[in-house]
Structures are given as C-alpha cells and as structure tokens.
C-alpha cells in the first residue's frame, strides 16, 4: 500500500504516516494541504514526501481524508527552509509550517483569488478640486494631497490613513481620483525618478554589484540618513531588471507602512506588504501573489522571512540589529538569521542594514564571513548630533527631568525645532507607595510592582496585564498618602505640559497607539511641525524620519548601565546612537543629552567619545572575556509550573539526563529573573558551548530524552536556541 508522511501541528516532534487510501498517489505532492483524521478530530497537515510504497506497514495507517489543494501550496524550497528551522530551533515541523502559512490557509480555506492589482492616482480634476476644498474637508484634503505625490496601492494608501475609506469612495464618486493599471511583468518602469548617489552610495552600489553571482552577505552599516534606503531601492531595480523578487524586511509593523511606500512609489503596484496589521484574508493575497510571482517586491516584518518566492532574487533585512527579529514565544526563530539561511540555499545576495549593527554582525563580518560596507556621512547634512551627558547626581529633579535637560528643550524649541525625550517606560509611575507604612502595590500574579496609569486611575502589572482601579487608600494600614515613586511617559507628558503649556506635545507608546493608523497620523503631524515635544518608548528609536528634530533627551540611561541582561549595553548603545541619528537631518545642529548617574562609566564614555563602532569593539571584548555571544553559543530550557519548585526539579531531572562529554556547559537550573510571572514559578537551564554543532547534537538527543519525562507533561517547557534575553 501507499504510504505518505504528514507533518501535523503538534507539539508532538515527529511525522505521521496516512495510507493514501481512495486518493490518486499523484495528488499527494510534497507540500500539499491535506485534511486527516488525528486522534479523535480532524486537522490539517503538509505533505512532506510523495508517497512511497509499503508491504505492510508497522502499524496500522489511516487514510487521509482529502486533498485540499491541486497544487502544492508551499514549494520545495518553502519546505526545506521550515524543516531547516524546525531542526535548528527543535520545534515541531507541522507547527513550524503552521506559522509560515498564513491563516486562512493554514485552516484550509482556498486560495484567494489575486486580481491584477491597480493603483490610485490623482486625476487633474482631483488636483483642481483639492486647490479648493475648504479647510473641514480634512479627510478628503489629506488623501487627494497623498496621492498628489504619486499613485499607490489601495492597500498601502489605507496603511497610511486608515480612516480614508469613505474620502476615497467619495474622491472615486467625484472622478478625482481613479484606477491605473499598475506597470507589471515585462521592463521595469520606474514611477520616479532615483537621486544621483552621493561618492560614497556610489562606491556602497558598486561593490554590491561587483559581487559574483550567489549567495553573499553583505552588512551595510550606515549612520541614520545616509541613504542605506536608496541603496535598497538600486538593487531591487537591479533585481527587477533580472526578473526577480525581492523580499525586504523590516523589524516592525510601524517601520512597514513607510518603506513600502517608498518602494511602491518608485516600482508601482509590484509591492506587495506581509505584516500582522493586515488582514487575514489580506496576509493571504499577498502570500499567494508572492507564491504566483505576481508580485516583485513583498516588505513585511518578522513572519514575512516565510513568504514563498516564485523569483527569489535578493532579500533586504533592514535594521538588522533589532530584537524585534526574533521572536519571543512559540518558535523563537530570528528572522534576520534565518534570511540569511534562506539567501545562502537560494544562493541570492543578502543585505544586512542598520546605523547600529548587532555585536554579532559585526562579529561575523569582522571574520570575513560578512562584507562590510560602510556609509558614514548623512545625505543633507554632515556632522551629526552632539551628544552630552547631565549627572544626575548633582541635579535637582522635577519628576526625572533635570534643568540642563528642560532647558535644552526649550533652548530648541524657541529656535524653530523639535524635541524628543525618550524613555523606556510607560505608565505614570512605574511604583505606588504608602507614605505611612511603605507598603509598595504588588501585582498578585508576579515578582513584579504595579504600575500606575493616572488617567486611567488604575494599576496595571506590564507582566501579566492585571489591572485594579487605583486604590483610595492603603490596603496595610489605611493610610491616604500614597504616593507615584519614579515615572514614565505619561508623568514626564505631565510635567512637561506644565512646563510648555503652550506646545503640542504628544505620547507616543503602546498605551497611545493603541488603534490602528494612531501612530502614522502623530507622524504626520511631527513632519508637519504640529508638534512640538515627542515623549515616548522604543517606537521612537525605530527607524522613523523626523527631518524637524533638533534635540533629544534620553531620560534613563542608568536602567541599561545597571541592567542584569548581558546584552542591555549593547540596546542602550543602539538606543542612543539610534535615537541621536533622528535628530539634526535638515542642517540645524542637533544636541543629544543623556541623563545618568554614572557619568564616567567606561562604556558611556567610549560610546559617547569614541563612537558606536569603538564602543561594540570594548562590548566585543567583553563578551569574549565572558564566554558570551558571539564568542559562545547558548540555548535556554526554560520551565514554568503552577507550584513552587516543579519547575526547578524538572530542570534537575533534565539536567541529570544531559549527555555527557559533549563539551556542553549547563549553567542552573535557577529561577528566572522574574522567578514568578502571571501566577507562574519559572525556572531556567542555560546551555553553553563554543561549538554550534555540538550543542544542536547534545540538544537533539537529549530533547527527546525529556520529552518522555513524566515531570515534563506537568508544566510549560521550551527550548530558546539563540535567546535573546535571559530571564
Ligand atoms: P537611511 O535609510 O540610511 O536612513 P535614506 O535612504 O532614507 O537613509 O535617505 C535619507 C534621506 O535622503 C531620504 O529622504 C532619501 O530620500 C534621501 N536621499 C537618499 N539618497 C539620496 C541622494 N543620493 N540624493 C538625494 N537624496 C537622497
Ligand atoms: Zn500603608
Ligand atoms: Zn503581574
């Protein structure tokens, strides 16, 4: 009989064999969906190999139950990146494959269908009619003014203002604007026209281009507005011309809208977006245009590394450095890594860029396994920020503000530009104390304090989410006197409203951006000089453009100076270089300040003085003295059980089976970090080896070991291979 292997999502790291049954062999190609019976209930697998022929099988096989499509859905090259993933990460393949199909046809819903795409363009009528609309008209004079800069996608235009729907349905109506057929297939038509390159894109563009046909990676480490995009945009023209795809990517759904953009106003409707903003049925469309090879540019975040390539060219990964590439949960792959796997079985170049690479990119090109191109001079203005320190240990403070550092601000705000301040923290006060009895508000669930958001009136653990409206009194001894201790944006928002009570100043973090389009709309009104004072967290680190901003503040440097993660210097290092690369684009002399109580930290002072590229040489150095990535590989077994010490004896258990002799260090177990998180003990063993394929060997043999470990059924495991963060 016929017999075919079906990868399951289970959490179960094996195949499943199906006897073919009544459906013709030939149907069951490698990377067919197919709905089979699984234990009690149905579920829907991928077809691994064509089937094979077996006397008689060990055990008795079910038969598949149907075929749901005529074609493989994932091709070959798809199949092989996920089984290579599901080796590299020890994580079962059918979930893998799960996570690299987008919704609707990972639960088996058909294709959809993928018309010939147009493009929205301003029609002269349009043009006419955006000269006279009245000023209330807002809606509709924002779009008609967007696509007056050129025609976009449907898609991308609703990206970018979210709420247009009924102005474009109106502007439609009205003949202001209508469907383009969107230059595809055949010659590249260009929609604009690229810049002349500056001496050293050129040079950047050029040994790009020398390089042999095949895999090669290249980091492209380029300050903040140096053209790192338009150096993407050439090579993606270049690749067009061959007729191939590009698959670019971006850290966050934040960073997509823009760069799609951009790509979409030179190369037209052959873009298409991958990100988890979209859609299913979206996400969907531009996963099979990608398959079809109806599209030649797909920009999408983390997931988008899974896209299935027609044409596969080249594959951009733009700030390479960030975390947000690896996933936290589930399977915690790295994007960027695993891009580049991906670039090297395609034998097609890779681009690594960022302003700050990762200590390990840098690594890695140091050793000659990356080329490195560097672009050190901005496009419009040449020096860039000058970056200061206030010691805080002499300062009086107005709720973490110091006076060196307001009057920065209002030093630069009377001169015409904007201001940003950054800190890593949101909510009001990151602790609520009682002046009577010191009782500090702790979350129930977590080794964590609640932190109190103001205008809400409540307290909100950022671990576990739990939240209870602010209480009105002590719940220990009664006392009415409790007080916010520390803070975040919103009380820096606060105080600086006081302060600038005249300026626009605006949030910008997860509790502000809540809705869709929120943050796309603040930028708008940032570019457009609406406002004056930026207050906010990571999201304003990110690659964002903000030509008016002349000065910056970074409000806490010391949470990196202390932090206990081994790679929180190399963040604040990025953060501040990052954060400094925003500000000054358009000529006027930026000032970067930072605020810490440890002026004279080595570090600090080489960052400051010396620079980014010194300051990873000295982590570098570090990390080697310490045994650390790059200089070691790691891999963390991490445990969380509902009891005290389940997780720990589990590890022991674990830890007691390791194989010896592998030249593998295990390290624990101990608590984590946060030893109880959401009503969860954890614990955690770290693996530690010089030899990557060591320790996949050791992790291999020994994770099925666990996996039969009764102690294991109990409580939530996983393996981190490659972990970011060690708590
Ligand atoms: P990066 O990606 O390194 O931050 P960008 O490619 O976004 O830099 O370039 C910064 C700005 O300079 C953008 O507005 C871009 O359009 C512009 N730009 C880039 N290269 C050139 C060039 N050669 N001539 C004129 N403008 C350029
Ligand atoms: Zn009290
Ligand atoms: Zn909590």
């Not at 599901?86 to 609707?104: I, K, Q, T």
């Not at 050129?202 to 380029?222: F, K, M, N, V």
């Amino acid at each position: 009989m016929k017999l075919v292997s079906v990868a399951i999502p289970a959490p179960l790291r094996r195949r499943f064999d199906y006897a073919a049954g009544d459906i013709d062999p030939a149907l069951l190609l490698p990377g067919v969906l197919v709905r089979v019976p699984f234990g009690r209930r149905e579920q829907i697998g991928v077809v691994l190999e064509a089937p094979r022929e077996v006397a008689a099988p060990e055990f008795e096989c079910r038969p598949v139950t149907a075929v749901l499509d005529p074609a493989p859905l994932l091709d070959a090259e798809l199949l092989a990146l996920c089984q290579w993933a599901a080796d590299y990460y020890h994580y079962p393949l059918g979930e893998v494959l799960a996570a690299a199909l987008p919704g609707p046809l990972r639960h088996g819903k058909p294709a959809p269908s993928t018309a010939a795409p147009t493009l929205l363009s301003l029609t002269a009528a349009g043009s006419e009619a955006l000269a006279a609309l009245p000023a209330r008209s807002a809606a509709l004079k924002a779009l008609l003014e967007k696509l007056g800069e050129g025609a976009l996608s449907r898609a991308t235009l609703l990206e970018a203002q979210p709420k247009a729907a009924p102005a474009l349905r109106r502007a439609l109506a009205q003949n202001w604007v209508e469907h383009v057929a969107a230059a595809g297939g055949g010659a590249v038509r260009m929609l604009e026209t690229p810049p002349p390159l500056t001496t050293e894109q050129s040079a950047a563009l050029a040994s790009l281009r020398a390089a042999p046909p095949g895999y090669a990676a290249t980091l492209l480490e380029g300050v903040t507005g140096s053209g790192k995009t338009e150096i993407y945009l050439q090579l993606t023209a270049d690749a067009l011309e061959r007729g191939q795809q590009v698959l670019v990517l971006a850290p966050e759904i934040g960073l997509t809208p823009q760069l799609a953009e951009r790509f979409e106003r030179r190369f037209g409707a052959r873009v298409a977006s991958y990100h988890s903003g979209l859609s299913d049925n979206e996400r969907a469309r531009s996963w099979m245009r990608a398959r079809r090879g109806e599209v030649d540019v797909i920009v999408g975040t983390r997931s988008a590394v899974f896209v299935p390539l027609a044409r596969p060219g080249l594959i951009l990964i733009d700030e390479e450095h960030d975390v947000s590439y690896k996933q936290q949960e589930g399977l915690r792959y790295s994007a960027r890594d695993l891009a580049l796997i991906r670039a090297r079985r395609l034998r097609i170049p890779a681009v690594l860029g960022s302003a700050t690479p990762a200590l390990e990119s840098r690594h890695n090109a140091a050793a000659g396994r990356y080329r490195h191109l560097r672009l050190q001079q901005r496009v419009f203005s040449a020096a860039g920020p000058r970056i200061g320190v206030v010691d805080m240990r002499a300062q009086p403070l107005k709720h973490g503000l110091s006076v060196p550092l307001l009057d920065g601000v209002e030093r630069h705000l009377a001169a015409g530009g904007q201001a940003l301040l950054f800190l890593n923290r949101r909510g009001y006060a990151p602790a609520l104390l009682c002046h009577d009895c010191g009782w500090v508000a702790p979350c129930p669930n977590c080794d964590a304090r609640m932190t109190l958001h103001r205008a809400r009136k409540r307290l909100i653990c950022h671990h576990c989410g739990h939240a209870v409206s602010m209480p009105l009194a002590c719940p220990d001894c009664g006392g009415t006197t409790l007080v916010p201790v520390g803070q975040g944006t919103e009380r820096v928002e606060d105080t600086l409203r006081l302060r600038f009570p005249e300026r626009r100043i605006e949030r910008f973090d997860s509790d502000r951006l809540g809705r869709a389009g929120e943050l796309e709309r603040l930028l708008a009104d940032v570019r457009s000089g609406a406002i004056d004072i930026l207050v906010g967290t990571q999201v304003l680190a990110k690659g964002h453009d903000f030509a008016g901003l002349s000065f910056a503040g970074v409000l806490d440097v010391d949470q990196a100076l202390y932090g206990s993660d081994f790679r929180a210097l190399e963040r604040m290092g990025q953060l501040v270089t990052q954060v400094a690369g925003r500000v000054g684009r358009t000529g006027q002399p930026g000032e970067v300040l930072l605020q810490t109580h440890q002026p004279e930290h080595p570090l600090l002072r080489v960052l400051i003085d010396q620079g980014y590229p010194a300051f990873c040489e000295a982590l570098l150095k570090e990390r080697r003295d310490f045994g650390l990535p790059p200089f070691a590989h790691l891999a963390l077994l991490r445990a969380e059980a509902r009891e005290e010490g389940e997780a720990l004896a589990f590890l022991k258990q674990a830890r007691d089976r390791m194989p010896q002799g592998s030249g593998i260090e295990a390290l624990g177990p101990a608590p984590a970090g946060m030893a109880r998180r959401a009503g969860y003990h954890r614990a955690q063993l770290l693996l530690r080896g010089t030899s990557r394929t060591a320790l996949h060997q050791l992790l291999e043999q020994w994770i099925t070991d666990i996996e039969t470990l009764p102690a294991g059924r109990r409580l939530r495991w996983s393996v981190d291979v490659d972990p970011a963060d060690l708590f």
